[in-house]
């Protein structure tokens, strides 16, 4: 399933938490986990797998049967076989996911599909038009028009073009567009020959840009879909355009098509009915509330189809407003859509949205929409919460292994067999492969989860395993408030006793709390009382922790509570929806899923990996953009380090930026205060550091390592000088946002392949990176992480950092199951996407060796 949502983790309200971190599908991991975690919906299934007797490999000294080569981390590993050391002890037997007991090599198909090149001279010239223009499709039809001097088989991306045909240094040439007459220059500025070492990849890009517009594709943002083939989804205010995704890679297996599946949601309601809805909803800020939601979506205009970023909404104009035409004519918007258009605007008080067209070496152009014109894309975050919409609009997003490699071989075929499509691969002598690309992956043994006094199966989702096991560090709660409203009161006290009974097998026991029942529900409500009755605990004698059952999930509530509670008052709370505890079938299964959270917000632990490399930390980066004009739309950098052995016990801490920057510009005071940390904890500092940064995209990485890295190791060189100590560090990039699938493959058959699955040969483009398939997926098709080691002076074997790293999926404290990416990165995004979203402010410091956040 791709789907083209917003990647954002609202984990303290939601209803499934993360549904792609336990693989029920790739809705882009949304969730607000701490209103219930989602009334138990999908908690716990059957997914034991087979047991694992070990794992051989990786950082043990020496395994049982057989002594480790290398030697690594030391300790001793419970593997069979352990030809590097050993991992882990034996597990249990059950269904599911195949478990493994040792490294095992897996067939795998990619959607990768080989292309072969007959390389000729191509000539690449840079476009200039006199008047300036920003529209690509005037560009393409004016150069077309001169096809008798350029030649036909051109590629152009709006400002470089491409040909085969050698041309002269220089051309002068005209255009015409809506009556306008355009000098188009035309220079020479390289000659890429067949024997150049580096293959033009953003040439190759743009040919199969080329192909896509071939078969009558409608390009949104860098994907192509196909409007003709629209579904409507009955019941529902979205249809569903289906569409690919291309990219152009040049891997260790040679040059490669990377195609995937894609769909692209379009509400069927105008952004006028969505404005209207929320200025209603929200009364004296519904303006401001509209602004909020609309900033930084996509629209598509339904009389030209063409999509629009919206950068404001002019409250202060209308249709009956005038604006200038290139003619330097005046004219109304209302007159301009009826002569353009034949449309006639209803709604003569509408506001217009802003869209800026950027310009290099000029100011940014202002286009103003008709909202009545324009329909919403993507889905918005009732709609979301919309279970039976989801499911339905699952029903044709979600694809299966066996009918996406279908699907895309498909398509491979047919850019074959397509008379303009083929043309172009033929022109510039391109061969594209109908069949996805077979390679030979790894499946790696999963590691034994160990909690107190018991280890349970191995397996990718252990929740029903450990239903009565006892935490490994567990947390009384004795002292704690709990606020209510009237109508909430038995759903209160059926609460405190659930927690109460599962609390006890699991080692954590809970005593009556100080019952605050509420008249209302106003904000200010909640906030009074909360004031009121919290004592400080400053002797860790005063409030513990702060549980609010809400009538309902609105957002300012929730934002007041948490920086309420995260900022002033230095308190973990908790937040639970009223009907999610209403649901009373489910509620034990509900509330073993708060206590377990409560425990975490406590600074207590659930379970455990041993034979971790001692002496070490890991760490996690990652940076959310806030869209919140209030708060000036800043970036929030997250930054989470782990100060124990066991990766399981945290340092947090929050930056804010300038907006957009996705750099961090804190690393040297985060590291800093990290190490003091630990160095308190622990007496003493690591002498290994991972760090794992999500949310970098491959055009930055050098920027990255020139800015990030040195920041780290600067830092680190001023604390360690002071001892004996040479630290040695691993910097490691995560990507989720890819295109690139993997499939096991068993006698022609196509599935998801198995949690540990790991890919480092053929569809990667270096020796240091590598997929890795870490969680459990039954419906649609999993989406693997990429991982690429950007700096590394511990100089671990590939295989040893791929199996950390697959380890550290299993230590995610929100869902018992592997999630996608390890769980310092996983914190990392938590904390820097609750500040950026709800508290807009730093944390207490006396929260930050918790998991306060999640």
Same mark, same amino acid.
């Given at each position: 399933?791709?789907?083209?949502l917003?990647?954002?983790?609202?984990?303290?309200?939601?209803?499934d938490?993360?549904?792609?971190?336990?693989?029920?599908?790739?809705?882009?991991?949304?969730?607000?986990?701490d209103?219930?975690?989602?009334?138990?919906?999908?908690?716990?299934?059957?997914?034991?797998?087979?047991?694992?007797?070990?794992?051989?490999?990786?950082?043990?000294?020496?395994?049982?049967?057989?002594?480790?080569?290398?030697?690594g981390?030391?300790?001793?590993?419970?593997?069979?076989?352990?030809?590097?050391?050993?991992?882990?002890?034996?597990?249990?037997?059950?269904?599911?996911?195949?478990?493994v007991?040792?490294?095992?090599?897996?067939?795998?198909?990619?959607?990768?599909?080989?292309? $072969?090149i007959?390389?000729?001279t191509?000539?690449?010239?840079? $476009?200039?038009?006199?008047?300036?223009?920003?529209?690509?499709?005037?560009?393409?039809?004016?150069?077309?028009?001169?096809?008798?001097?350029?030649?036909?088989?051109?590629?152009?991306?709006?400002?470089?073009?491409?040909?085969?045909?050698?041309?002269?240094?220089?051309?002068?040439?005209?255009?015409?567009?809506?009556?306008?007459?355009?000098?188009?220059?035309?220079?020479?500025?390289?000659?890429?020959?067949?024997?150049?070492?580096?293959?033009?990849?953003?040439?190759?890009?743009l040919?199969?840009?080329?192909?896509?517009?071939?078969?009558?594709?409608?390009?949104?943002?860098?994907?192509?879909?196909?409007?003709?083939?629209?579904?409507?989804?009955?019941?529902?205010?979205?249809?569903?355009?289906?569409?690919?995704?291309?990219?152009?890679?040049?891997?260790?297996?040679?040059?490669?098509?990377?195609?995937?599946?894609?769909?692209?949601?379009?509400?069927?309601?105008?952004v006028?009915?969505?404005?209207?809805?929320?200025?209603?909803?929200?009364?004296?800020?519904?303006?401001?509330?509209?602004?909020?939601?609309?900033?930084?979506?996509?629209?598509?205009?339904?009389?030209?189809?063409?999509?629009?970023?919206?950068?404001d909404?002019?409250?202060?104009?209308?249709?009956?407003?005038?604006?200038?035409?290139?003619?330097?004519?005046?004219?109304?918007?209302?007159?301009?859509?009826?002569?353009?258009?034949?449309?006639?605007?209803?709604?003569?008080?509408?506001?217009?949205?802003?869209?800026?067209?950027?310009?290099?070496?000029?100011?940014?152009?202002?286009?103003?929409?008709?909202?009545?014109?324009?329909?919403?894309?993507?889905?918005?975050?009732?709609?979301?919460?919309?279970?039976?919409?989801?499911?339905?609009?699952?029903?044709?997003?979600?694809?299966?292994?066996g009918?996406?490699?279908?699907?895309?071989?498909?398509?491979?075929?047919?850019?074959?067999?397509?008379?303009?499509?083929?043309?172009?691969?033929?022109?510039w002598?391109?061969?594209?492969?109908?069949?996805?690309?077979?390679?030979?992956?790894?499946?790696l043994?999963?590691?034994?989860?160990?909690?107190?006094?018991?280890?349970?199966?191995?397996?990718a989702?252990w929740?029903r395993?450990?239903?009565?096991a006892k935490?490994?560090?567990?947390?009384?709660?004795?002292?704690?408030?709990?606020?209510?409203?009237?109508?909430?009161?038995?759903?209160?006290?059926?609460?405190?006793?659930?927690?109460?009974?599962?609390?006890?097998?699991?080692?954590?026991?809970?005593?009556?709390?100080?019952?605050?029942?509420?008249?209302?529900?106003?904000?200010?409500?909640y906030?009074?009382?909360?004031?009121?009755?919290?004592?400080?605990?400053?002797?860790?004698?005063?409030?513990?922790?702060?549980?609010c059952?809400?009538?309902?999930?609105?957002?300012?509530?929730?934002?007041?509570?948490?920086?309420?509670?995260?900022?002033e008052?230095?308190?973990?709370?908790?937040?639970?929806?009223?009907?999610?505890?209403?649901?009373?079938?489910?509620?034990?299964?509900?509330?073993?899923?708060?206590?377990?959270?409560?425990?975490?917000?406590l600074?207590?632990?659930?379970?455990?990996?041993?034979?971790?490399?001692?002496?070490s930390?890991?760490?996690?980066?990652?940076?959310?953009?806030?869209?919140?004009r209030?708060?000036?739309?800043?970036?929030?950098?997250?930054?989470?380090?782990?100060?124990?052995?066991?990766?399981?016990?945290?340092?947090?801490?929050?930056?804010?930026?300038?907006?957009?920057?996705?750099?961090?510009?804190g690393?040297?005071?985060f590291?800093?205060?990290?190490?003091?940390?630990?160095?308190?904890?622990?007496?003493?500092?690591?002498?290994?550091?991972?760090?794992?940064?999500?949310g970098?995209?491959?055009?930055?990485?050098?920027?990255?390592?020139?800015?990030?890295?040195?920041?780290?190791?600067?830092?680190?060189?001023?604390?360690?000088?002071?001892?004996?100590?040479?630290?040695?560090?691993?910097?490691?990039?995560?990507?989720?946002?890819?295109?690139?699938?993997?499939?096991?493959?068993?006698?022609?058959?196509?599935?998801?392949?198995?949690?540990?699955?790991?890919?480092?040969?053929?569809?990667?483009?270096?020796?240091?990176?590598f997929?890795?398939?870490?969680?459990?997926?039954?419906?649609?098709?999993?989406?693997?992480?990429?991982?690429?080691?950007?700096?590394?002076?511990?100089?671990?074997?590939?295989?040893?950092?791929?199996?950390?790293?697959?380890?550290?999926?299993?230590?995610?404290?929100?869902?018992?199951?592997?999630?996608?990416?390890?769980?310092?990165?996983?914190?990392?995004?938590?904390?820097s996407?609750?500040?950026?979203?709800?508290?807009?402010?730093?944390?207490?410091?006396?929260?930050?060796?918790?998991?306060?956040?999640?």
């Amino acid at each position: 399933l791709v789907f083209l949502l917003p990647m954002s983790y609202r984990d303290d309200r939601g209803r499934d938490y993360g549904r792609d971190d336990r693989g029920r599908g790739d809705y882009g991991d949304r969730a607000r986990n701490d209103h219930g975690y989602g009334g138990g919906r999908d908690y716990g299934r059957d997914n034991r797998g087979r047991g694992d007797y070990g794992d051989r490999g990786g950082f043990g000294g020496r395994g049982d049967r057989g002594r480790g080569d290398r030697g690594g981390y030391g300790g001793r590993g419970g593997g069979r076989g352990g030809g590097r050391g050993g991992f882990g002890a034996r597990g249990g037997r059950g269904g599911g996911d195949r478990v493994v007991d040792r490294p095992t090599p897996i067939d795998l198909a990619v959607n990768h599909f080989p292309l $072969v090149i007959q390389r000729d001279t191509i000539y690449q010239f840079q $476009v200039e038009f006199e008047p300036e223009l920003e529209r690509k499709g005037a560009k393409f039809r004016m150069l077309a028009e001169n096809a008798d001097t350029l030649g036909e088989n051109i590629v152009f991306d709006g400002r470089m073009l491409f040909t085969s045909v050698k041309s002269a240094e220089e051309m002068k040439l005209q255009g015409t567009y809506n009556g306008t007459t355009y000098n188009i220059s035309v220079m020479a500025t390289r000659v890429l020959s067949p024997d150049d070492t580096d293959l033009p990849i953003q040439f190759y890009d743009l040919v199969f840009k080329k192909i896509l517009r071939g078969l009558r594709l409608k390009p949104i943002g860098r994907q192509y879909f196909d409007p003709t083939k629209a579904i409507e989804i009955r019941g529902h205010p979205v249809k569903l355009w289906p569409g690919y995704v291309t990219s152009i890679r040049q891997t260790k297996g040679g040059v490669a098509l990377i195609n995937d599946v894609s769909h692209k949601v379009l509400r069927t309601d105008s952004v006028l009915t969505f404005i209207e809805n929320c200025t209603r909803e929200h009364g004296r800020r519904g303006r401001d509330a509209a602004t909020q939601k609309i900033l930084g979506q996509i629209v598509i205009t339904g009389y030209n189809q063409r999509t629009y970023y919206i950068d404001d909404i002019a409250w202060d104009l209308n249709p009956l407003c005038t604006f200038t035409k290139k003619n330097d004519e005046k004219i109304t918007y209302k007159d301009y859509y009826q002569s353009a258009h034949n449309i006639n605007i209803k709604d003569f008080d509408q506001p217009l949205l802003l869209h800026k067209v950027r310009r290099r070496n000029a100011e940014d152009e202002e286009i103003y929409l008709i909202p009545e014109l324009c329909n919403m894309t993507g889905i918005s975050d009732e709609m979301r919460s919309d279970f039976r919409m989801m499911k339905d609009v699952a029903q044709y997003t979600r694809v299966s292994p066996g009918k996406r490699i279908e699907e895309l071989e498909g398509f491979t075929d047919k850019i074959n067999r397509h008379e303009e499509t083929s043309k172009i691969l033929k022109d510039w002598k391109i061969t594209v492969s109908r069949e996805a690309l077979k390679v030979e992956g790894v499946q790696l043994a999963a590691p034994q989860l160990v909690y107190n006094g018991r280890s349970v199966p191995k397996s990718a989702d252990w929740g029903r395993e450990i239903r009565d096991a006892k935490l490994i560090d567990a947390r009384d709660l004795s002292d704690w408030i709990l606020l209510h409203t009237s109508r909430d009161r038995s759903n209160a006290h059926d609460l405190v006793n659930n927690m109460r009974q599962v609390g006890e097998p699991i080692g954590m026991r809970v005593k009556d709390p100080q019952y605050i029942s509420l008249r209302d529900d106003h904000i200010e409500d909640y906030l009074e009382e909360i004031r009121r009755n919290v004592r400080p605990n400053n002797r860790n004698d005063g409030t513990q922790m702060v549980v609010c059952i809400l009538p309902t999930n609105k957002k300012d509530r929730y934002d007041a509570i948490k920086l309420l509670c995260c900022h002033e008052l230095g308190i973990p709370s908790q937040c639970v929806v009223g009907k999610t505890l209403a649901r009373k079938q489910s509620l034990l299964s509900v509330c073993t899923k708060i206590i377990q959270q409560i425990n975490c917000k406590l600074g207590g632990q659930l379970w455990k990996i041993d034979n971790m490399p001692p002496k070490s930390m890991v760490v996690g980066i990652d940076v959310n953009h806030d869209n919140s004009r209030a708060h000036g739309r800043r970036s929030v950098a997250g930054f989470c380090a782990s100060t124990n052995d066991s990766f399981t016990k945290y340092y947090s801490e929050t930056s804010f930026q300038a907006v957009g920057q996705e750099l961090v510009d804190g690393l040297k005071s985060f590291i800093s205060n990290a190490l003091q940390h630990y160095n308190k904890i622990n007496a003493t500092l690591p002498r290994w550091i991972f760090v794992y940064r999500d949310g970098v995209g491959d055009g930055m990485l050098p920027a990255v390592l020139e800015h990030e890295v040195k920041q780290i190791t600067a830092v680190c060189e001023a604390i360690y000088q002071q001892t004996d100590i040479k630290p040695k560090y691993c910097f490691v990039v995560v990507k989720k946002r890819i295109h690139t699938r993997i499939f096991a493959s068993q006698g022609g058959r196509y599935e998801n392949p198995p949690p540990g699955t790991v890919l480092s040969t053929k569809a990667v483009t270096g020796d240091k990176d590598f997929f890795l398939v870490s969680q459990s997926v039954r419906q649609g098709t999993v989406t693997p992480a990429h991982y690429q080691v950007l700096y590394d002076t511990i100089r671990l074997l590939p295989a040893e950092l791929q199996k950390l790293t697959y380890m550290l999926c299993h230590l995610y404290y929100n869902w018992p199951g592997t999630i996608r990416v390890p769980a310092p990165c996983h914190y990392a995004h938590k904390i820097s996407f609750l500040v950026g979203q709800s508290v807009h402010t730093d944390s207490s410091e006396s929260l930050r060796d918790k998991l306060f956040f999640l």
